[in-house]
């Protein structure tokens, strides 16, 4: 222990300094230092071992091959004019234009089934209808224009 005031050592159990004679503080009792319970060691890992995979057979023929598109039959190709449909229903005329989609969708399900005449009826009709949409379009284009311009007098 070290005086604090000479700053000297002494023996632990002095009550005096040795150098200075001053008093000396007596020992602060020592707490017991706390130390964690120590910690379970885990017994050593088994080394993991994959599951034997099972065998299978060979795959049958034909099996796992990609699969081929539906064959329409071989009477020929039918145009739907989905595209001249919706066409009609964004730029002209939306409610002739909505007839003519549901016609041109109507063509796919009809091959599929094998009724050929039947796509080809939607086929039809879904031209007719998108055509006419778009004529009827035009024509309310061309008056409406109209109409503005004798409205604002540049025709009499």
């Known amino acids: 222990m070290y005086c604090s005031q000479c700053g000297s050592q002494n023996p632990d ?20 230092v706390y130390a964690p319970p120590p910690l379970p060691v885990a017994p050593p890992a088994a080394v993991y071992q994959a599951p034997p ?4 057979p060979a795959p049958q023929p034909g099996y796992g ?15 739907s004019h989905m595209g001249l449909a919706i066409f009609t229903t964004l730029c002209c005329c939306i409610p ?3 007839i003519a989609i549901i016609y041109a969708a109507q063509v796919k399900g009809r ?6 005449a039947g796509a080809q009826r939607a086929a ?19 008056i409406s224009i109209l109409v ?3 409205r604002q007098g540049m025709i009499r």
């Open 111 to 116: 091959l599929a089934a094998g009724d050929m």
């Open 53 to 56: 995979q099972p065998v299978y």
């Open 96 to 98: 002739l234009g909505l």
């Open 13 to 32: 159990q002095a009550q005096f300094c040795g150098g200075c004679g001053n008093k000396l503080a007596a020992p602060a009792p020592q707490q017991p």
């Open 124 to 142: 039809s009709s879904a031209k007719m209808w998108a055509i006419l949409g778009i004529i009827g379009g035009v024509i309310v284009i061309v």
């Open 65 to 79: 091959a990609p699969v081929q598109p539906m064959n329409y039959p071989a009477a020929g190709y039918v145009p």
């Open 148 to 150: 503005q311009a004798v």
